[in-house]
C-alpha cells in the first residue's frame, strides 16, 4: 500500500500542463490525449499560425510545449509567457529548429529542454525535392495547365521540350540526413553526384552515391541540377544570390527544400525571368507564407506550399516522436541527444 502511495505521488510530481500551438493528425492528438502524465492538455482552437500574443498565452502556465516550426520562440515570448518559472520542454515537431532562439532558452532556464524530429521525415522531403527536381526538368506543370484548359489538339514534336534527368550532373548543398536521400535518388537516375559540406562523408557512402566533395563554386559551374538541403544560419542566409546564379549553367534548375531564406528571392526571379537559369523547383520561401510577387505566374517556377514532409504516414511518425519526447521529459527519462 505505501509502495502504491509512493508511486502515485511519484507520477502526481510529474502531471503536466501541455500546449500543442496547433493540432496535428488525430493518430498523435489521441495519444495525446489518453495520457496518464498530462494534467491539463492546451491545444490551440485556431487551425492557422498563432500570432505572437497567442503563442505567449499558450506558452504561460505550460510545463511542455509543441510548436510547430512557424512558431517563433525567442526571449521575449519566452520572458513574456514566465517560461523560467515552469517550462521544460519545447518539443519542436519539425527536423529543423531555426525558429527556437536555443540560446535564450538555455538563458531562459537551466532545466529548458528543446527537442526536434530528425530522421522521421528524412525520405518523405527527399522524396518532394526530386518530385520537383522532375516536375521543372520535364515542365509537368506547365503540360497539366495546358491540357487542363482544353489547349492539346496533337502530339507535337517540340511540344513542351524540357531537360533529361537521367545521367547528368547533381548537386547537393548539404550532405546531411536529407541531402544523402536525395543523391540516392539521382544515383537511381545515373547521376554524378557532386556535394558541398562543411565536413567529408565517409568514403563508403561516396563511393555507393557516386559523390564528391567540392567547393560551392565548382558545384554550380559543373551541376545540371542544384537541390539545396542545408539548415539555415548567418552563414547560409542568402547563399544563394544573384552572383551564385549567374554562376550556374543557363540549362540548370535549382531546387530549395531547405528553407526560404537561403535563397535571396527576388533575384532567383529575376534569374528566371532573364533566363540565367532555366527553371527553379521551391518548397519553400523567404518570407513564408509570403511569396516574392515576381515568381507568381513565372512558368518555370515550380511552387509549393512547404509540403516537403506532407505525407500522413511522415507527419503521424513526427507527432508520434514530439509525443515521446514530452513522455520522456516528464518521466525523467534521456530525451534523444537534444539541440
Known amino acids: ?24 493528425p488525430d493518430e498523435v492528438m489521441a495519444r495525446f490525449q489518453s ?13 492557422r499560425q498563432l500570432t505572437r500574443e497567442e503563442l505567449i498565452q499558450g506558452i504561460s ?3 511542455v510545449v509543441v510548436t510547430q516550426l512557424v512558431d517563433r520562440v525567442d526571449a521575449g515570448v519566452l520572458e513574456a509567457a514566465g517560461a523560467a518559472q515552469r517550462l521544460r520542454l519545447i518539443a519542436n515537431y519539425a527536423a529543423g529548429f531555426d525558429n527556437i532562439d536555443l540560446q535564450a532558452c538555455r538563458a531562459a532556464s537551466p532545466q529548458l529542454r528543446v527537442s526536434n524530429t530528425p ?33 492539346f489538339q496533337s502530339w507535337a514534336p517540340c511540344l513542351f521540350l524540357g531537360a533529361d534527368v537521367h545521367h547528368k550532373v547533381l548537386g547537393i548543398v548539404g550532405m546531411g540526413r536529407i541531402g544523402q536521400a536525395v543523391a540516392r535518388r539521382g544515383v537511381g537516375f545515373g547521376m554524378t553526384v557532386l556535394y558541398v559540406n562543411p565536413h567529408p562523408i565517409v568514403p563508403e557512402l561516396e563511393k555507393e552515391l557516386n ?8 558545384l554550380l559551374a559543373r551541376s545540371d541540377f542544384v537541390s539545396l538541403h542545408c539548415p539555415l544560419n548567418p552563414a547560409t542566409r ?3 544570390g544573384a552572383a551564385q546564379l549567374h554562376a550556374m549553367k543557363r540549362t540548370a534548375i535549382l531546387v530549395n527544400a531547405a528553407r526560404g531564406p537561403v535563397v535571396d528571392e527576388a533575384a532567383l526571379a529575376a534569374a528566371l525571368r532573364d533566363g540565367t537559369i532555366s527553371a527553379a523547383g521551391l518548397d519553400v520561401f523567404e518570407h513564408e507564407p509570403k511569396v516574392e ?22 507527419r503521424v511518425r513526427m507527432g508520434l516522436m514530439a509525443y515521446d519526447n ?14
Open 1 to 24: 500500500s505505501n509502495h502504491k502511495k509512493r508511486f502515485v505521488l511519484q507520477v502526481e510530481s510529474h502531471m503536466a500542463t501541455v500546449f500543442v500551438s496547433r493540432r496535428m
Open 35 to 47: 495520457c496518464a502524465l498530462i494534467k491539463e492538455l492546451r491545444v490551440s482552437p485556431h487551425d
Open 61 to 63: 502556465g505550460a510545463d
Open 119 to 151: 530522421g522521421a521525415l528524412t525520405d518523405t522531403t527527399a522524396d518532394l525535392s526530386f518530385a520537383l527536381l522532375l516536375a521543372a526538368a520535364r515542365r509537368i506543370c506547365e503540360g497539366n495547365t495546358y491540357l487542363h484548359a482544353g489547349k
Open 211 to 218: 559523390a564528391t566533395l567540392v567547393t560551392l563554386d565548382e
Open 238 to 240: 542568402h547563399l544563394i
Open 293 to 314: 510577387p515576381a515568381l507568381l505566374g513565372l512558368p518555370n517556377c515550380v511552387a509549393v506550399p512547404h509540403i516537403g514532409s506532407a505525407s500522413r504516414e511522415t
Open 326 to 339: 514530452v513522455v520522456a521529459s516528464l518521466t525523467g527519462a534521456p530525451l534523444p541527444p537534444v539541440l
